[in-house]
């Protein structure tokens, strides 16, 4: 049993502190209810505030292929999903994407995509290098999984300054219950620690309400992610898809993800946290209820629309039928809607931000026109 007095209690040590002991996490997600929920909202709004006033950084969404050379439990692109109907974008398709979305706003490019080998090394510095000399004003981010050490700088020095890759849960036993026995959670950790090493903004976080998660799992989440620091944090619900062995199993509460928004913009005052496209399929005012939890960042997809009811990682995804422009003007509308505003900006994490301002970000290579 928790009181509304501890709940409290627990809530404004997080404030204070930005970090609370394992138990009195656990108790705080345990205890939760609509009452807690608002008083961790007004706190995170706070942080929210502070750090970034009441701007909403726009990130285009690229899916650029959904061929996967892997096979997670959960996911609708995995390799043996037969009924996934496959498609790649060309460079030159992926450089058309980015010019519609520099026209409507976006300073960053979200270049994601399963984990496709059929891309070399080559052909992703190329990709990263040809965007970056385009707009030059611009970020590139990466969301295109686990590489060696040496792929990753080959990226970054082409250019690529940020990678996303969620670390989907920091339990190693719960890891191996989601994932073929070729993935491990260690090699993951590695990708995360080797992309912070080279100098990326990096992203990562955690499905929640998978399948045999718990809150003690979730609790060793928000300690992993104390311990990397990262710039960026995503999270969203877990959703099954019809075509992979996790079909049955119950999807996550839009509930516990707007929390664990709350939570994490307290520990990470400065951290960018997108309201994510599962969270508003799962709720249709998701992603409005995210910012109101403490998100700062949203991702319109900027995907050519003949492909993208082919990226499906769950059922049910929203804007799979509308255009970039679309997007883009819906999403400015719902943060409006709750009092924020998007910028037109690239929005880099604050630790990155006065390197941006020296010209520190400036794609090497572009100097010289080398790849
Ligand atoms: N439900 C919710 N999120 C999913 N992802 C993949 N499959 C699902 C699913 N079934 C998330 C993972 C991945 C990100 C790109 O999408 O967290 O890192
Ligand atoms: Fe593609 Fe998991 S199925 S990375």
Known sequence: MTSAAEQRARIDALFEAGTLPRADLRALIDGRDSASADYLFEKARIRQTENFGRDVYLRGLIEFTNYCRNDCLYCGIRRSNR???????????????????????????????????????????????AIRMRFPDCAVTLSIGERSTESYQAYFDAGAERYLLRHETADPAHYARLHPPELSLENRVRCLWDLKRIGYQVGAGMMLQSPYQTTDHIVTDLEFLRQLQPDMIGIGPFIPHKDTPFRAEPAGTAELTLFLIGVLRLMFPAGLIPATTALGTIDVRGREKGILAGANVVMPNLSPTGVRGKYLLYDGKICTGDEAAECRFCMQQRVRSVGYEVRVSRGDAPRFRAAAARGCSAPPGAASGKD
């Open 83 to 129: 009924s996934c109907n496959r498609y790649r974008l060309s460079e030159a398709e992926i450089l058309d994407c980015c010019e519609k979305g520099y026209a409507l706003d976006f300073r960053t490019f979200v270049l994601q995509g399963g984990e496709d080998m059929a891309y070399t090394d080559a052909d992703i510095c190329r990709i990263v290098s």
